[in-house]
């Protein structure tokens, strides 16, 4: 009867008199929770301590939107350790923002005070940009000192310069002057290991020789990155962007992207490029760049202490870690946007845009390539394409999309069976041998022997007039009459024939090595190994269409385009739509990845050709699976991710996924002024909830709000040291004024501090569409479930990621973080 007085008298005249008139907070919420739907409110000062006022949404049944504001009553001061989190737990985006705000609110009211608090203000207003702009430096500094210790460890397991150790090959033999134009990687200042040792430059014990300290010097790096990482920073394995999706999504994971991991990455991330194995250094990038981050954002107190605006800073620094790693500063920030950022607003992409320019800049004054360039594989090319040729570009997006789903389904069966078998309990003899085995069969091929990236230079290339490689060994028209930079198509030669074969052998071994080397304990990207799989593809396949092009120019399809004597196909722009077909296969981008393909070779003409094969590889993927490998990563390790791509489809309501059901225990309640400490630690203790709603009393089950278990833990602990009286039997109070109680009882202790009074609340009868895409737009942690204003249960995410498991058919056990 109370409450239908209160409802009549307050909630519909909407007005701010009639609602504060109220007797007690205890009221108001006993009259709230008749009419609420559900409701998100923005209690400030929950855990600052000082008078604000918040705004209150209510949704009512009938769906009109009213907005009311209320006062929050003046709460004691903050307890520290309050508002932070436990590792491996989801922040609360809603209470972080509403921190972010209270603290700007009280900038602003004091910067007119004096000049110090005007120079606070404005330390405040830059202090993004400066932690972006540092984000910048140290990735751009750390990616080029990354490239230049790859190449020379990758060259010292061929040989050593002795004139400058520190020289790679190509370095070594630039001063020399008997270096000739057909063999220009050979100098005298360049030593193989076979001179050095036996002293022989031919012959089969040469090669012998050569072979064994390939295969040692590559099980040498692969041991000391496994071991490293063993010791040190287990978390510096894998590529990192699966946890850097979960942490920007809102999770915790601390150590992630802390100094030793980044320490660990950078110098491991050296060892393992160079160790031959079927990995790129470009996704471990954008972990470095997120260590960077997030290390520099501790400078800063606004984002020290704000776990929502630190994450801000993360997605601006994954996008410095993609502008080094490909040399795409634009590509950079939509990769940020397109595939790792859960929050993204228009202040973050302006820093993210920032972030990149400064991290590309500073790679480009390093200049590590020595090319002045941003990577090593920029070509250019000349000729433009032709409207057949979209016919082989869609054919290379089919065999991308294959590919995609085909190394999906194949890794994450055997990540899945190296974490259920013995073998995931050994990980430095599972380095050792996938080592092995990548030495042993690349070395006698001269494609799979190339770093990676040195491949996908060689395949992307043009051959022109200066090209020395055997993949343009053409028979040459001797009766050509000058020698221009746009070659014609001229008939494939030996050397073009035996390359073919060599890159067929080169892909079979490549599509299989990196199967089992994704996942391996040490820092592993995919974005080089699947553009060279893509490469290798493509290159045959423009070959063979050059070839056709040349003997069959009479064609209908050729006639009128492709003339005798005219340059008309371009195998290395096959070699660069076959590379963002199968990049785009497995990772399923698509506009990032066209722009960071596009920054790679400058072309303007191509971006047709790359839209064309990308979107046709994630088309072919998506029929196979919707998920990208990074999501499969995330959902086989168990994240609590809550992927906006996927759909919700299912007709369930809020209370066929919420807890408690039917057959289990009670929820665990507080109420707000019946219980004593003893109670709430014994409840604490004999429970693992992250935290309780507190309930007016048992009989009413009036909602009064939420208190988490790690801020109820906390705040006992601090008054026990702080408060004198404070014992096992006092009474806590969470309602604002205390009960009468004995003279002779002990002190009460007020946590009404640590409550959230507006905790995020459904009916029963809410669909769970409506519930899934609540939690995805709000990043909320959990929501309370009423019923005419009394509760009924809680909905986690972890339960809404259970029933999503249970309506994909599949074991809701097996995907939650243990």
Not at 413 to 436: D, M, N, Q
Not at 568 to 591: E, K, N, Q, S, W
Request: glycine letters at 8%; charged letters at 20%; a negative charge.
């Amino acid at each position: 009867m109370e409450s239908e007085q209160l409802f009549h008298r307050g909630y519909y005249r909407n007005s701010y008199n009639s609602i504060t008139s109220a007797s007690s907070d205890e009221e108001l919420l006993d009259g709230a929770g008749v009419i609420m739907d559900f409701q998100t409110s923005e209690d400030d000062n929950l855990l600052d301590g000082d008078t604000a006022v918040g705004t209150h949404y209510t949704m009512t049944n009938g769906g009109s939107i009213n907005s009311s504001t209320h006062l929050l009553d003046l709460l004691d001061e903050p307890i520290p350790g309050v508002g932070t989190y436990d590792d491996f737990h989801t922040i609360d985006w809603v209470r972080e923002k509403c921190k972010d705000r209270e603290r700007h609110r009280r900038i602003n009211s004091k910067k007119k005070e004096s000049a110090w608090e005007m120079t606070k203000s404005l330390y405040d207003a830059w202090s993004g940009w400066l932690v972006v702009t540092l984000t910048g430096l140290a990735s751009g500094a750390l990616a080029g000192l990354i490239d230049i210790a790859a190449d020379w460890m990758t060259d010292l397991k061929e040989g050593i310069c002795l004139s400058a150790l520190w020289y790679n090959h190509e370095q070594c033999c630039w001063r020399s002057n008997e270096t000739t134009f057909e063999e220009r990687d050979k100098c005298p200042q360049w030593k193989t290991w076979a001179e050095l040792i036996i002293g022989q430059a031919e012959g089969p014990g040469s090669y012998i020789m050569n072979y064994i300290m390939y295969i040692f010097w590559a099980l040498s790096f692969a041991f000391l990155a496994v071991s490293l990482v063993k010791v040190f920073a287990p978390y510096a394995c894998g590529s990192g962007i699966p946890e850097i999706k979960t942490i920007l999504s809102g999770f915790i994971i601390r150590g992630y992207l802390g100094k030793w991991t980044l320490m660990i990455k950078t110098i491991t991330l050296v060892l393992a490029v160079a160790s031959g194995l079927s990995l790129g250094k470009e996704g471990p990038l954008v972990h470095v760049a997120c260590c960077c981050g997030n290390i520099f954002s501790y400078l800063f107190p606004k984002y020290s202490t704000n776990e929502a605006k630190k994450r801000e800073v993360l997605s601006a620094a994954s996008a410095a870690g993609v502008s080094v790693a490909f040399g795409a500063p634009i590509g950079g920030v939509l990769f940020s946007l397109e595939e790792v950022s859960y929050y993204f607003p228009l202040k973050t992409l302006w820093r993210s845009f920032f972030a990149a320019l400064v991290a590309a800049f500073v790679l480009r004054s390093i200049n590590p390539f020595g090319n002045s360039r941003l990577v090593l594989f920029y070509v250019e090319y000349h000729t433009p394409w032709y409207l057949f040729e979209l016919f082989p570009f869609i054919l290379l997006g089919v065999f991308g999309g294959l590919w995609g789903a085909f190394f999906i389904r194949a890794n994450i069966a055997w990540c899945r069976r190296r974490k259920s078998t013995k073998f995931g309990k050994y990980p430095v003899l599972e380095v050792i041998i996938v080592a092995a085995i990548t030495a042993v069969i690349a070395f006698p091929n001269p494609y799979t022997r190339l770093n990676t990236s040195e491949l996908i230079k060689e395949l992307f290339t043009d051959c022109g007039p200066l090209e020395s490689s055997s993949l343009c060994d053409y028979r040459n028209d001797m009766n050509a009459s000058k020698i221009v930079d746009d070659i014609p198509d001229r008939p494939a030669g030996v050397g073009v024939y035996s390359a073919i074969w060599q890159l067929c052998l080169a892909l079979v071994f490549k599509i299989i090595m990196t199967v089992f080397t994704f996942g391996i304990k040490v820092p592993s990207g995919l974005f080089i190994p699947s553009m060279a799989i893509g490469a290798i593809a493509g290159r045959i396949v423009g070959i063979a269409v050059e070839q056709l092009a040349y003997y069959h120019h009479d064609w209908f399809i050729f006639k009128e385009w492709c003339e005798v004597g005219a340059d008309c196909i371009t195998p290395g722009l096959y070699a660069m739509v076959g590379a963002a077909a199968c990049l785009g296969g497995v990772t399923r981008m698509t506009v990032s990845l066209v722009v960071i393909v596009f920054e790679l070779t400058g072309g303007l003409e191509y971006i047709v050709p790359l839209m064309a094969a990308v979107m046709t590889s994630k088309w072919v993927g998506d029929a196979f699976g919707r998920e990208g490998i990074y999501e499969a990563h995330i959902r086989l390790n168990g994240y609590p991710f809550l992927d906006a791509k996927e759909e919700f489809t299912h007709t369930t309501l809020a209370a066929d996924v919420m807890r408690p059901r039917r057959n289990d225990p009670p929820l665990a309640v507080l109420t707000q002024d019946n219980m004593t400490v003893d109670d709430i630690e014994n409840m604490i203790n004999e429970t693992s909830y992250n935290g309780f709603p507190v309930i007016m009393s048992k009989e009413s089950q009036r909602l009064v709000g939420f208190a988490l278990r790690r801020d109820l833990t906390i705040a006992i602990e601090s008054a026990r040291k702080k408060q004198e009286g404070i014992v096992g039997s006092s009474r806590v109070c969470f309602a604002q004024h205390t009960p009468s109680l004995p003279a002779e009882s002990p002190r009460p202790l007020k946590l009404r501090s640590i409550l959230d009074m507006s905790p995020f609340t459904v009916t029963d009868h809410t669909p769970m569409e409506i519930v899934v895409d609540i939690f995805r737009k709000l990043g909320l942690r959990q929501c309370l479930v009423t019923h005419n204003g009394r509760l009924l249960g809680i909905i986690t995410k972890k339960d809404i990621l259970r029933h999503m498991a249970q309506t994909a058919n599949q074991d809701p056990a097996s995907i939650m973080f243990n």
